[in-house]
């Protein structure tokens, strides 16, 4: 059974940056896209970046966008989110996400739930 397991989180001031990774447990040969999701304080989850299943397109909240980058290595076993210039909103448990029959683009999240989830990982922005 395919796993997500994020790690990289952690406290950082307002300005400064952090990279988030997702391992891929097994590869189960299905197609597979991938995405990640953040809930803030007081707020819904929201998605925050997403990768289409040859890691060539992404797509990025308005709110992120020119500040987090979404990419995968070459063996697709690990998805990164490049976190740049952060800011105090940006404080929140983020989530990697993937997605298996329905993979349209790298859009895919903002139509389809994800099949699966990582466990969250927190990430804190000081000012």
């Known amino acids: 059974q395919v796993q997500l397991v994020e790690s990289g989180g952690g406290s950082v001031q307002a300005g400064g940056s952090l990279r988030l990774s997702c391992r891929v447990s097994a590869d189960d040969g299905r197609r597979r896209c991938m995405a990640w999701f953040r809930q803030r304080p007081g707020h819904e989850r929201e998605g925050v970046a997403g990768l289409s299943p040859s890691g060539e397109y992404s797509t990025y909240a308005d709110s992120v966008k020119g500040r987090f980058t979404i990419s995968q290595d070459r063996f697709k076993t690990t998805v990164y989110l490049q976190m740049n210039n952060l800011k105090a909103e940006d404080t929140a448990l983020y989530y990697c996400?993937?997605?298996?029959?329905?993979?349209?683009?790298?859009?895919?999240?903002?139509?389809?739930?994800?099949?699966?989830w990582g466990q969250g990982i927190q990430v804190t922005v000081s000012t």
């Open positions: 996400a993937a997605q298996f029959n329905h993979c349209p683009s790298s859009r895919w999240y903002q139509t389809f739930d994800p099949a699966i």
